[in-house]
C-alpha cells in the first residue's frame, strides 16, 4: 500500500515538473517572439524615418516682397542675375550640391495674398527653410517680417519635421544696414510682443474646449530663438554684389 501511494505521489510530482517545465518553454516562445517584434518595428520605424529624410530634398526660400529671394534664386540656380518682379507664382530649380544630393530649391512669392498657399504646397518636404529679409528696411517692416516668421515658425508640419532655418540678412552691401547680431535682437523683442498676443488670442478661441495653443519658446521667459526645438541660424547676404558664400556653406552643411 504504502508502495503504490509513493508511486501515486512520483507520478503527481513528475506531471507537476512536466507541467512547469511546459509553461517555462512557452514563455520563452513568447520572450522571444516579442523580442523579435520589437526589433522588426524598430527596423520599420528607422526604415520610414530615413526615408522621410531623405525624400525631404527641398530648400523654401520665404520672406516679403522686395526682400530679394528672387535674385538669390537666380544666382544660386542660374549662375546669374535675372531680372525679377512681384511674382504670384513660385520658382522652382534643382541646385547640385558638391559630393551630396542635389536640392530642389523653391522660390515662394511674397505676396500676402498668396504666400501661405505655396508655403503650404512645399513645407512637407522641406529640408531647410531659409527666410530672407532686407536688413536695410527693417525698421519699417519688423512688425511684417515678425509676424511672417512667428507663422512659419509655429507652423504644425514645421514643428513636426523640424527643418533647419536660416534667417538671411540680405542687403548687406547697404551702408545703413542692420547686421545680423542687430536683426537677431530686434526679432526677439518683436517675437516675444507678437508671441503674447498670439498666446492670448489662442487662449480666448479655446477657452472651454481642449485645444491647446501654440507657444514658441518657453513660458515665463523672453523669446530667444535658442529655445526653439527648431535650429535657427542668422547669416549675412548681399545678392546685388553676388556675395551668397554663407548661404551656400550653410546649404552645403544641410545637405
Not at 36 to 51: A, D, H, N
Not at 108 to 130: C, L, N, W
Not at 145 to 157: G, K, R, W
Not at 178 to 190: A, C, F, N, R, T
Request: include cysteine.
Amino acid at each position: 500500500m504504502l508502495h503504490r501511494s509513493a508511486m501515486w505521489q512520483h507520478l503527481f510530482v513528475s506531471r507537476e515538473q512536466s507541467i512547469l517545465c511546459l509553461s517555462y518553454h512557452q514563455q520563452l516562445v513568447v520572450i522571444n517572439f516579442l523580442c523579435r517584434f520589437y526589433v522588426f518595428l524598430s527596423f520599420i520605424f528607422i526604415f520610414v524615418w530615413r526615408r522621410g529624410r531623405v525624400s525631404r530634398r527641398g530648400i523654401c526660400l520665404v520672406g516679403l516682397c522686395e526682400s530679394g529671394k528672387t535674385l538669390i534664386f537666380s544666382q544660386l540656380i542660374y549662375k546669374k542675375a535675372i531680372e525679377s518682379f512681384t511674382s504670384l507664382k513660385e520658382n522652382v530649380g534643382v541646385l547640385d550640391i558638391e559630393n551630396k544630393a542635389p536640392l530642389k530649391v523653391v522660390d515662394v512669392p511674397g505676396h500676402e495674398r498668396v504666400r501661405q498657399r505655396f508655403f503650404d504646397t512645399y513645407k512637407s518636404t522641406a529640408r531647410g527653410i531659409v527666410f530672407v529679409l532686407d536688413s536695410f528696411s527693417l525698421n519699417k517692416d519688423i512688425r511684417d517680417v515678425a509676424e511672417y516668421l512667428y507663422t512659419i515658425l509655429s507652423d504644425p508640419v514645421v514643428s513636426s519635421n523640424r527643418p533647419q532655418v536660416l534667417i538671411l540678412c540680405n542687403k548687406q552691401d547697404n551702408t545703413l544696414a542692420k547686421g545680423p547680431q542687430v536683426i537677431q535682437s530686434m526679432l526677439e523683442k518683436e517675437m516675444n510682443l507678437l508671441r503674447n498676443t498670439q498666446t492670448n488670442q489662442l487662449e480666448a478661441v479655446a477657452e472651454g474646449g481642449n485645444k491647446k495653443s501654440t507657444y514658441l519658446g518657453h513660458e515665463g521667459k523672453n523669446f530667444e530663438f535658442a529655445d526653439l526645438s527648431l535650429r535657427v541660424e542668422f547669416a549675412a547676404s548681399s545678392a546685388q554684389s553676388e556675395d551668397l558664400e554663407n548661404l551656400n556653406k550653410w546649404l552645403h552643411s544641410v545637405a
